[in-house]
């Protein structure tokens, strides 16, 4: 497989959380991956400690840095921005990913989203059970077993 080239992980391998799972275990080990899973493209060619996410041939893109925080993986979004009616679906798959990834690894996975002076989005974040971090002017929610 050469770098760069998207590989597509069979459907028949297994469920589309376990490949999305696999895709992100690898990003969080550092290594380049340019994967089609499911309803998402995830990459992290531009940079091993960021991720790049497409969903449904680019009707919603986010852009997460991964790192850690108090002994929880973190993915901050730096950049979001999805077509008319598709946030909210590609926000609520993207959840139950990251609630996966979670179970997945053991471990408590935190979805980090600034505000970016986007009133609706706030409202969104809140409503389905977001924190506010005043510090940071940041939503968060944190996923685990």
Partial sequence: MG??????????????????????QK?????????????WHLSNLNNVRS????????????SFQIGIEESSFVLWNSHREAKTGKGTESLQDLERKVASIANTLGKRVKLIFPKFGQKDTA??????????RSSDDAYEKEFSL
Avoid: H, R
């Fill in 3 to 24: 770098e760069g080239i998207p590989t597509n992980i069979s459907a028949g391998e297994d469920s589309v959380e376990a490949q999305f799972n696999k895709a992100f």
């Fill in 27 to 39: 990003a969080l080990s550092g290594s380049q991956i340019n994967e089609k899973v499911g309803s």
């Fill in 51 to 62: 991720l790049e996410l497409f969903y449904q041939d680019m009707s919603a893109i986010y």
């Fill in 123 to 132: 409202k969104w974040l809140e409503k389905n059970g977001y924190s506010y």
